[in-house]
């Protein structure tokens, strides 16, 4: 099976983690196709960048429909263009957010959620009330790191890694998950030290899209998942016409 995994934003060091990350777990019949957005935000920090990514992971999809691709991640933890993306694909497509949130409710009644910049919180908590995740959301904190930051700042392991063990102590939850794609090379270090689960979502989607496809479980393609009506797209949006 091929599964592609989705960097939203354009900075190609961050799909070099992911990709590892994603690559750690996926099985011996599974081939990873780590892409970069081929254009939109540096980063993904602000509803303004979060819509301005949706187009590159859109034209990421529609090429990994015509090249044969089997299942998509959406390495974002706003889940950008989820719907709209799955109106595109004919096999599964899983955002990081979502995945990683469902996870943690299989290991344990709680989990806190730990992301970057406090302007993302709110889209994280709009996620988990979209989810139904709200029974078990005990908490959504900020690191205060910008997401390109968790890459070159030598000390991001350490705010990350305190800034979870603040949650946990703050909230009492069985879980910690990270909210954000550029956290995943340090879950295990996080995991470790705070001797709970600590939940990636890039490994968590991706073996989400492989245990789908293994199961042969797609998307019916009927309703709100068919293919998007076609139309006329204008402007920078006209290679999009269908
Ligand atoms: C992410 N931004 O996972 C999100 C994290 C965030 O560029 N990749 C990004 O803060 O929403």
């Known amino acids: 099976m091929r599964i592609r995994v989705i960097n939203p934003n354009t900075t190609q060091a961050m799909t070099a983690t992911i990709e590892e990350c994603a690559a750690a777990v996926a099985g011996p019949a599974t081939l990873l196709d780590a ?7 540096a980063s993904i920090e602000s509803h303004y960048d979060e819509a301005l990514s949706v187009p590159g992971i859109l034209a990421a999809i529609a090429a990994g429909e015509r090249e044969g691709v089997d299942g998509y991640v959406i390495a974002c933890f706003g889940d950008p263009g989820l719907d709209a993306a799955r109106e595109l694909a004919r096999g599964p497509v899983i955002g990081i957010a979502e995945a990683a949130m469902r996870t943690a409710t299989q290991l344990g009644r709680s989990f806190s959620v730990v992301t970057t910049l406090g302007r993302t919180v709110g889209r994280a908590a709009d996620l988990v009330h979209h989810y139904g995740l709200q029974r078990f959301c005990r908490g959504i904190h900020a690191c205060e790191l910008p997401v390109l930051a968790l890459d070159d700042d030598p000390d991001a392991r350490k705010i990350v890694t305190e800034a979870c063990r603040s949650a946990l102590e703050a909230d009492g939850a069985d879980a910690i998950v990270l909210g954000c794609a550029g956290m995943a090379d340090l879950c295990a270090h996080i995991r470790a030290e705070l001797g709970v689960p600590v939940v990636d979502g890039v490994a968590a989607a991706t073996l989400t899209v492989q245990s789908l496809l293994t199961m042969d479980l797609r998307p019916s393609g009927r309703g709100e998942s068919a293919p ?8 920078l949006l006209s290679s999009f016409g269908r």
Request: charged share 5%; no cysteine.
């Open 35 to 41: 892409v970069t957005a081929g254009m939109g935000p």
């Open 228 to 235: 998007p009506p076609a139309k006329t797209y204008t402007g």
